[in-house]
């Protein structure tokens, strides 16, 4: 009888052990809060951005291609719980004339994470900018809750480290928003977001030419760099 005890001792001893080990692992993989990567989209009250903008402007009516400098300010000025419950920011965006320029406020946007997912709010045009956590090769439909098409953008780098005008970012992950060049037809567009900062870089390229192999030709459209400068939260 002594014998059978400890046999079956043993055997819940060791049946405790393989659930904790279970246990374990599977803890290992599940992300916890902190994991899903929430920071990479700061949305608090009173956060501040200011992008220096590098913008081209094709124009083949005139021949003529502008190149000029502005700032761009974007700052939470507002939070609230909308009809879902979910709390959500009013972004009050800035843009001034040249690099010195005064700020004039140009529009409001509102901003939102929910569902694993971050919301933008433009003139009543709701668009997804990234998901959680921001994994390397995840893809979704930007437009999911708008009537435009699909537009599909995935997360193509997660690095380490990246140098973005004369400051060091950590954990950046780089989001493609659009890809396409068929010689008279560009249009690309990259949004590149780092812990704690939020988006530090993007960059959007649209235009369009009548001719093909034709280096000499403007195109028609435009090139714009955002560059963040400055960040406070």
Avoid at 48 to 57: A, L, P, R
Avoid at 102 to 125: G, P, Q
Avoid at 138 to 167: C, H, M, Q, R, V
Avoid at 199 to 205: D, L, N, T, V
Wanted: a negative charge; charged letters at 25%; aromatic letters at 16%.
């Amino acid at each position: 009888m002594k014998k059978r005890y400890v046999h079956s001792v043993f055997a819940s001893l060791f049946f405790i052990f393989i659930i904790g080990e279970i246990g374990c692992k599977r803890n290992e993989v599940e992300p916890t809060v902190s994991d899903f990567g929430y920071d990479y989209y700061p949305i608090d009250l009173g956060t501040t951005w200011e992008y220096q903008v590098d913008s081209i402007q094709f124009k083949p009516f005139d021949s003529r291609i502008d190149t000029f400098q502005f700032m761009v300010k974007h700052i939470v000025v507002d939070t609230f719980i909308d009809a879902t419950g979910v709390k959500s920011s009013i972004i009050n965006v800035y843009h001034s004339d040249s690099i010195g320029g005064s700020y004039k406020l140009n529009r409001s946007v509102t901003k939102r994470v929910f569902d694993y997912r971050a919301e933008v709010t433009d003139t009543n045009f709701k668009v997804i900018s990234l998901v959680f956590p921001p994994n390397k090769l995840k893809y979704w439909d930007a437009n999911a809750f708008n009537t435009n098409p699909t537009l599909e953008y995935e997360i193509i780098d997660n690095l380490e480290t990246e140098t973005i005008g004369s400051n060091e970012y950590n954990d950046v992950v780089h989001v493609v928003q659009q890809d396409e060049d068929f010689r008279t037809i560009k249009n690309y567009g990259i949004e590149k977001y780092s812990k704690h900062f939020g988006m530090i870089y993007a960059r959007q390229i649209s235009w369009t030419k009548e001719r093909l192999n034709d280096t000499a030709e403007i195109p028609d459209g435009y090139d714009y760099t955002y560059t963040l400068k400055s960040f406070k939260r």
